[in-house]
């Protein structure tokens, strides 16, 4: 594999400071929407953190210095939940992130073989970006679509069942401008920015497009229909099925209690250490700070 220089910052190369009067006056807009969503002005730190990466193209200094202002928290608490998450991305990233999973199942089913072939084919690694700014190419542990092994995703829409060829294909059309449409989800693949913004929570109208589970996963609750299977029922329940089910108007009616023998709430004392002042104390405190 060989691979070339990447495109991102350079030595010496320095980041913006500051967002015009504008930009910031639109990103606090919609900043105020998002944390008008939560309880507590903190919990909106992640989709926040997606919205500047919508408008910087990844999680930028000055994208966390607009965060950590906006809802009262510190630079280093913002910059910690930035490089918690692999969503995030610290350096400037392509405008399509392609995802090979060679992960067991995927690597199995020729996960491996693709990674090695896109890798040769774009001369990049993992974590890096093509010199056009494209493609950013990452070696990712799971897809989450096990049943169509082995998957790529590019800016998280899947490409099932793929091949060293037919990833090298979706990346070249990707390059090329080309509207590039995955298996399932939306009629077309949209850029890192627009996907950022999206799930920094704000529609962009494309959410019903395509097609969602596709046979492979919907298969073993066909053949559940298919031969009446059901789960086991709880202990005092007739016949099998969850209080789910009941809810659908089938199975038992039973509905489960609170420290019954399904429940950990409010559990009795089992043991000394359970009894103890001690333990009681914790428990009461815990239950004061719910309150509050």
């Known amino acids: 594999m060989t691979v070339e220089p990447v495109v ?145 995703m590019v800016n998280w829409e899947f490409f099932d069942n793929q091949t060293p060829e037919s990833v090298a294909d979706v990346v070249d059309r990707l390059r090329s401008g080309e509207p590039v449409a995955p298996t399932r989800g939306a009629d077309s693949v949209a850029t890192f920015r627009e996907v950022s913004r999206v799930l920094a929570g704000f529609d962009d109208g494309r959410a019903d497009e395509g097609v969602g589970a596709g046979e492979p996963t919907i298969r073993g609750t066909v053949l559940a229909r298919e031969n009446d299977w059901r789960a086991p029922a709880f202990p005092g329940e007739e016949g099998g099925g969850s209080s789910r089910t009941a809810a659908r108007g089938g199975g038992s009616t039973h509905e489960p209690k609170t420290g019954g023998e399904q429940s950990s709430a409010e559990r009795p004392a089992t043991t000394a250490g359970d009894a103890s002042s001690a333990a009681q104390e914790k428990q009461q405190a815990s239950r004061d700070a719910k309150e509050q």
């Open 8 to 152: 991102g910052r350079t030595n010496g190369q320095t980041h913006r400071t500051a967002y015009d009067e504008a930009t910031r006056a639109r990103l606090a807009a919609d900043a105020d929407a998002i944390v008008a969503r939560y309880p507590q002005e903190r919990s909106a730190l992640l989709p926040m953190l997606h919205l500047v990466q919508a408008e910087d193209g990844y999680v930028s200094p000055r994208g966390i210095a607009f965060c950590a202002d906006h809802l009262g928290l510190t630079t280093a608490e913002v910059s910690a939940v930035a490089t918690f998450y692999t969503q995030y991305k610290r350096h400037p990233n392509g405008e399509y992130t392609v995802g090979v999973c060679t992960n067991t199942l995927c690597a199995v089913m020729g996960g491996d073989a693709i990674w090695e072939h896109v890798c040769d084919h774009l001369g990049i690694g993992h974590d890096e970006t093509t010199q056009d700014g494209k493609i950013t190419l990452e070696r990712v542990e799971c897809n989450a679509a096990c049943d169509y092994a082995p998957v790529v």
